[in-house]
């Protein structure tokens, strides 16, 4: 008869437990687990806190861009490397806060496509210029020194879309109609698509006609830009139908062409008073 013997091991935080089972210092581990999880819970608390934050300093519904910097931490976690992720997501803060700031002061209605264009790419540039009271102050008294200048530049970002060429001397002034290419594009006879690129102009088109007449411009969201496109959207027997907005009409023809007739003269004229100061030579002298 044969007796059974129990093996046991006894898991001791300091002394050798056998050959079974080496020495570990299961408290101290226990303890480190412990004490990661909360360090990480606090660390996710912080990232929520830190991301409520940025999206109220951008005056945003939700900040893109930090979840990625999270992610891409290594494990091998430096100084240097701490002075990298706090170049990068101040980058991240500034310009949104620049766009912000550039919207609610009303600068970007003033610019052209063109000119907010070279905005965006001044804010993506390693030129960006960190947030701080000195350079927020600085750059917007210089915007706003130049904004009449800036809003001219504007207009005749819109005439060259015309391609018309000022330095030949061109007669030309913008008169009671024009004609714009590639807004839209039917296919196949049956679907009819708005352009980017053709909302785009007409919304610069339309820009200094609210701004010469005193009124705000419109969020880009109901822009005439916009509601010709939902008015295009329609189907294609709207192409060739008229659409009438503040300060023209717009007909549209399959080869993608589309004829502005302005509504406005007095305005028209304004405008034209811009080009010829800009290019003296470029509208034909009054008769």
Not at 114 to 120: L, M, P, V
Not at 126 to 131: L, T, W
């Given at each position: 008869m044969h007796s059974t013997t129990a093996l046991t091991v006894d898991i001791n935080p300091t002394?050798?437990?056998?050959?079974?089972?080496?020495?570990?210092?299961?408290d101290r581990i226990i303890a480190q687990r412990d004490s990661g999880i909360a360090t990480f819970m606090q660390g996710m608390n912080?990232?929520?806190?830190?991301?409520?934050?940025?999206?109220?300093?951008?005056?945003?519904?939700?900040?893109?861009g930090l979840t990625e910097i999270v992610t891409c931490i290594s494990s091998s976690y430096t100084s240097g490397e701490e002075a990298r992720i706090q170049r990068r997501i101040s980058r991240l803060a500034d310009?949104?806060?620049?766009?912000?700031?550039?919207?609610?002061?009303?600068?970007?209605?003033?610019?052209s496509t063109?000119?907010?264009?070279?905005?965006?790419k001044?804010?993506?540039?390693?030129?960006?210029?960190?947030?701080?009271?000195?350079n927020v102050l600085a750059t917007f008294k210089n915007l706003n020194a130049n904004k009449t200048n800036t809003f001219e530049q504007g207009v005749i970002d819109v005439f060259r879309t015309l391609s018309w060429d000022y330095k030949t001397n061109n007669p030309?002034?913008?008169?009671?109609?024009?004609?714009?290419?590639?807004i839209i594009e039917v296919n196949e006879g049956k679907y009819c698509s708005f352009r980017t690129y053709g909302q785009e102009r007409i919304n610069d088109l339309a820009r200094p006609f609210w701004l010469l007449?005193?009124?705000?411009?419109?969020?880009?969201?109901?822009?005439?830009?916009v509601k010709f496109r939902d008015f295009i959207g329609r189907g294609t027997q709207q192409v060739g139908e008229l659409f009438t907005c503040d300060y023209f009409t717009i007909r549209a023809?399959?080869?993608?062409?589309?004829?502005?007739?302005?509504?406005?003269?007095?305005?028209?004229?304004?405008?034209?008073?811009?080009?010829?100061r800009h290019y003296p030579g470029a509208l034909p002298p009054e008769v």
């Open positions: 002394q050798s437990a056998g050959e079974v089972i080496p020495s570990v210092a299961i912080l990232i929520h806190q830190a991301q409520k934050q940025l999206t109220d300093a951008a005056g945003k519904v939700c900040f893109y310009r949104a806060v620049w766009q912000r700031l550039m919207n609610e002061t009303g600068m970007l209605t003033l610019m063109k000119q907010r264009e070279a905005w965006d001044s804010l993506y540039s390693e030129d960006c210029p960190e947030i701080s009271l000195d030309c002034c913008l008169g009671k109609k024009i004609i714009l290419n590639g007449d005193g009124k705000n411009v419109p969020d880009f969201r109901v822009s005439e830009g023809f399959k080869k993608g062409t589309a004829h502005i007739t302005f509504t406005r003269p007095e305005l028209v004229d304004k405008i034209n008073e811009i080009v010829a």
